[in-house]
């Protein structure tokens, strides 16, 4: 009770809202209170949270609200700025904004309910119209983040061209890179005084409640070393053998059999699709720091619909495997290296239900790998040729996605390497002449062979059994699996 009148009074000192009659023909939006238990990286509680928040399902469009869009930054922003702070040898910390949400200020009229429990005495038939945005209302994420972000441009930042959720500040021959995820703010330079001066700046705006070195987020562990940055989820994994009864199960070395091939098995007994669901949809989570369970994961969840047993053995299957390499992560080593490379592969039919093909592709900035990619294609492709060829268009794309993000850190990447086993491919991004390989391709898959003539990219070839995307796409071998998985930087400290 205590803490939730400290909420308001908090409320009433950043004037939030202010109390008014009933006001005719406009909806009012009611209000609850909702308490959770923040976590640091080991499941230990460090702070009981209260929130009063906005019931906002009841909003109406036009009415209550116009544009909700946010920018968020995507994992693999964080990775590759992960991977830069290893190559220039610099520590990255977080701040937490206190209430970030009650900082955004919103142009629209909406009124709300009063706090259940806390009326007010003299006006107890009174609501509040808002000034700034509650939690939950669906314009919130947005007005905060205009306001942080006109926040830093005013403060002399430059908001990325690519990526809207990237700020970065140079002064004196040094670089200050700031990274928004909601209102999770994480920062690190080349020149420790220009953190210093950061924070000091944030503080002088916004209330912090908490701040420190970059070693927890979003169910990610960070561990900045001076050897390098380890990335891991061991928790997530705990957490999930728990929820799912698998503590005691017995270990496997890889995360599917290579002779595995799945189906639809409409013979098979069905299974509980929620709890099938749930299992699929935390095992995509973990993904975000284990590529090596990636294409399994993936092949798995394209059966949610109507599981089977044979579904659900190949599901535990992948909880057997993780439980066996909990303490595996991504290692990102710091070195003086930071090309950037692609690998591109795809498993012509791999999909036995459609007969399409399966993609994968993986990027590299030096020895970190930041992105990664496994999915089936949308196509039926008539050949090997044209299944490799379309997985190296995507693998370009994202390649040219990173080139204009990483062009904001003063860094510019020329003739980029695709690495593919396919030589008629390669040929094809080289040769414009229309033959039974390629006339039936989509013509928008031919910008690869426009980016490779520009220059932007180059297709090279490497021996199957080097060809790293291998594990994108199909289940491996245990040496095959085990081999791949290292050269990914997929490995225990």
Not at 31 to 47: A, H, L, Q, V
Not at 182 to 210: P, R
């Amino acid at each position: 009770m205590i803490a939730m009148q400290e909420k308001l009074n908090q409320f009433e000192m950043s004037e939030v809202w202010e109390l008014v009659p009933i006001p005719q023909n406009h909806s009012v939006i009611g209000t609850r209170w909702i308490f959770r238990n923040k976590m640091d990286k080991n499941g230990i509680i460090i702070r009981n949270k209260e929130r009063l928040v906005a019931q906002g399902f009841n909003q109406e469009e036009v009415i209550d609200y116009e544009e909700t869009f946010a920018p968020i930054a995507r994992l693999e922003a964080i990775r590759m700025l992960l991977a830069f702070a290893c190559f220039k040898d610099f520590v990255l910390y977080q701040m937490d904004v206190k209430s970030a949400f009650l900082n955004g200020f919103i142009n629209e009229e909406v009124y709300v309910e009063q706090p259940p429990g806390f009326q007010s005495f003299n006006f107890p038939n009174h609501i509040f119209k808002l000034k700034k945005a509650l939690y939950d209302l669906k314009q919130a994420p947005r007005a905060w983040y205009e306001r942080l972000s006109k926040f830093l441009l005013k403060k002399g930042f430059k908001m990325g061209k690519i990526d809207t959720t990237l700020f970065i500040k140079t002064k004196e021959n040094g670089m200050l890179l700031v990274q928004i995820y909601i209102d999770d703010i994480i920062f690190g330079a080349t020149n420790v005084s220009l953190c210093e001066e950061f924070s000091k700046c944030m503080h002088s705006e916004f209330k912090m409640s908490m701040m420190g070195e970059f070693n927890f987020f979003l169910g990610l562990q960070i561990k900045q070393l001076k050897e390098g940055t380890f990335i891991n989820q061991a928790k997530h994994i705990r957490d999930l053998l728990k929820r799912f009864n698998m503590e005691e199960a017995k270990t496997m070395k890889t995360p599917m059999s290579s002779s595995i091939k799945l189906d639809m098995d409409e013979k098979s007994k069905p299974v509980n699709s929620t709890m099938y669901r749930g299992m699929i949809s935390s095992l995509l989570y973990l993904t975000a720091s284990r590529p090596d369970i990636m294409y399994n994961v993936c092949l798995c969840a394209r059966f949610q619909s109507c599981p089977k047993e044979s579904h659900l053995s190949s599901v535990k299957r992948i909880f057997t495997y993780l439980k066996g390499t909990m303490d595996i992560g991504l290692w990102y080593p710091k070195g003086d290296n930071f090309e950037l490379i692609g690998y591109s592969d795809a498993n012509f039919t791999g999909c036995k239900v459609e007969r399409k093909s399966t993609s994968g592709t993986c990027h590299f900035l030096g020895h970190s790998l930041v992105s990664w990619h496994s999915k089936k294609q949308n196509s039926v492709a008539l050949s090997t040729a044209e299944a490799e060829y379309i997985v190296a268009d995507l693998c370009c794309a994202q390649i040219l996605w990173m080139k204009q993000t990483l062009s904001d850190f003063n860094l510019i990447f020329e003739h980029v390497p695709i690495k593919c086993d396919n030589t008629s491919a390669i040929n094809i991004s080289k040769n414009p002449v229309q033959h039974s390989r390629t006339k039936h391709i989509e013509i928008r898959h031919h910008f690869l062979r426009d980016h490779a003539q520009k220059g932007d990219i180059t297709l090279e070839f490497v021996r199957t059994k080097d060809q790293l995307a291998n594990i994108f796409t199909k289940p491996l071998s245990e040496e095959q699996f085990v081999d791949i998985r290292r050269q990914l930087g997929v490995i225990s400290l």
